[in-house]
């Protein structure tokens, strides 16, 4: 098995945990890490590999072993739009959110086509960043949103002040959510704040709660 392969075997592992589409996320989460590891061990010089390891690392909160990683990617490969969007979302986590914008940017630049999920980290950013205007356009972009999208709509307009359009970004995301995620939390407070701390690794807990309490203002029970 080369690198390339394993490398994405740990980001479908990752992939797994991230989303809740399994029962047993701490093995998804374990194999990812394995994985990653083995694929960074058959080839060091592989950014591909490096920035799947980076993803993994970040979502472990091993936020300085995770910015080694995706810096070593960009150093083997700085025309990697890949591995500069993940740095980017990696800079987010830590909060760094208007420096991920410019690393956004800068893979534009190398790529005019946007990677599909491209909206998506850097809508992120503007959220982090406190842009909301600017998040609720980039979020928009997204055709044939995934249940995830819509809660991150949800909290920008909230924080916008636009309550009528929050909520109704909130229902959608409950009516996708509750059929996609293999465990829904319903009206479960403890469970979906467990969620979105699984799946949000910031390094500061302020910039979590503040998507908190944007999803509070629409409706979500936490």
Not at 34 to 63: G, P
Not at 64 to 78: S, V
Not at 86 to 109: C, D, M, Q, T, W
Request: net charge negative; glycine share 4%; with cysteine.
């Amino acid at each position: 098995m080369n690198a390339v392969i394993t490398a994405y075997y740990a980001h479908y592992c990752f992939l797994d945990y991230n989303f809740g589409w399994v029962a047993d996320l701490d093995q998804s989460l374990a194999s990812a890490l394995e994985f990653a590891k083995k694929a960074v061990t058959l080839d060091d010089t592989d950014s591909t590999a490096r920035w799947i390891l980076s993803l993994v690392c970040t979502m472990m909160h091993n936020y300085g072993e995770a910015r080694a990683h995706i810096e070593k990617a960009l150093e083997f490969n700085p025309n990697d739009t890949e591995a500069r969007c993940i740095y980017g979302n990696v800079l987010s986590f830590i909060g760094e959110p208007e420096k991920a914008l410019e690393e956004f940017e800068i893979a534009k630049r190398h790529n005019p086509f946007d990677l599909s999920w491209l909206p998506w980290v850097k809508g992120m950013a503007y959220f982090t960043a406190r842009r909301y205007a600017e998040a609720i356009e980039t979020f928009s972009q997204i055709h044939d949103p995934n249940h995830e999208i819509n809660y991150w709509l949800a909290a920008s307009y909230a924080h916008a002040g636009q309550l009528t359009e929050a909520r109704a970004k909130l229902r959608e995301f409950l009516l996708i959510a509750e059929r996609d995620m293999a465990y829904f939390p319903d009206q479960n407070s403890q469970e979906w704040m467990n969620y979105l701390d699984r799946s949000l690794p910031y390094e500061d807990r302020r910039d979590l709660h503040h998507l908190c309490e944007g999803l509070r203002k629409a409706g979500l029970p936490i």
